[in-house]
């Protein structure tokens, strides 16, 4: 075990913007060791101290340089501040997409749990409060003014979801760069971000029933007789649809957080925006030295 088991690095979200992928991509390079699962600490664990938090990273070897994702660290109020207080110096990797398509997918991931059983009209409006995470997640330039409150922008490492489709590679490459490895790719894991929603899924019941079991069969996956079992059970989902009405008042409702984020992060995100408007004089804005 290495003297420092503390992350390095941390990627901080956000919610359902590919980051999966990416930190499977992360996971397959041979200097750096990421836990499987997301430890949360700073959002949701924090209390269970440190030594809690050392033990995700138990198992990594001397000489890797260790890191972690949750996330949603982004969006939790707290997470900066206490992640600041215990990794002042840590390299921070953020990855963004459209919020509308963030909204919605986030959506399918909780309708398809049986969290939320409407369609998507009644959840995504700002006055929802049931699940007010599918609108509030998604407004990066808040969040990210907040953790520049207690991070140099030198820290932060700002990757949009188009990058990882239209250059997995170089995206990649400079995420190594950005948290201080050499660059590497890992072409066995493929080159598309992960979208789970048009995966195909156990029903409900069965899920729920299943439930306990999921630690015990997890080494299971990937065997012939275990994924032919389960695709025979599997059902892709008929997930509600979005109106483009809904569409069009999202777009609007971001529209603000959206312009402060090209400040912020330098970058146009026109294709965001209700009406594709070039981007004029976008400069990252100067923040914590």
């Known amino acids: ?38 430890p949360h600490y700073f959002s949701q664990d924090y209390e269970r101290g440190l030594d809690y938090y050392r033990g995700f990273f138990s198992d990594a070897r001397e000489g890797q340089l260790i890191g972690e994702k949750s996330a949603d660290y982004l969006a939790h109020p707290d997470a900066a ?29 909780l309708y398809r749990r049986g969290t939320v059983r409407e369609g998507p009209e009644r959840y995504l409006h700002p006055g929802n409060r049931e699940q007010p995470r599918f609108l509030e997640d998604g407004l990066y330039a808040r969040h990210l003014e907040r953790w520049l409150e207690y991070f140099a922008s030198e820290q932060l490492a700002v990757l949009l979801f ?55 069969v997890r080494p299971l996956r990937g065997n012939a007789a275990f994924e032919g079992m389960r695709a025979m059970l599997a059902r892709a989902i008929d997930y509600p649809a979005m109106t483009d009405d809904l569409r069009d008042r999202l ?6 957080d959206v312009s402060r984020l090209e400040r912020i992060i330098g970058r146009d995100l026109s294709a965001w925006k209700p009406h594709a408007e070039p981007a004029t004089g976008a400069a990252p804005i100067a923040r914590k030295a």
């Not at 201080?180 to 080159?191: L, M």
């Not at 777009?251 to 603000?256: E, L, Q, S």
């Open 81 to 109: 501040r206490r992640l600041a207080d215990v990794l002042p110096e840590a390299r921070l990797v953020v990855q963004l997409r459209d919020p509308v398509a963030r909204a919605y997918s986030d959506y399918k991931m």
């Open 251 to 256: 777009r609007d409702y971001y529209a603000d």
């Open 1 to 38: 075990m290495p003297s420092d088991t503390l992350p390095g690095f941390v990627i901080i979200g956000a919610v359902k913007g590919a980051t999966t992928w990416l930190h499977h991509q992360l996971q397959h390079h041979p200097d750096i060791f990421l836990p499987a699962p997301e």
């Open 162 to 216: 188009e990058d990882v489709k239209q250059a997995p590679v170089p995206t990649v490459h400079r995420i190594c760069r950005h948290i201080g490895a050499r660059e590497h790719y890992a072409d066995d894991i493929g080159t598309t971000p992960q979208n789970d929603s048009s995966d195909r899924f156990l029903p409900m019941g069965m899920r729920l029933a299943l439930a306990p079991l999921k630690q015990a």
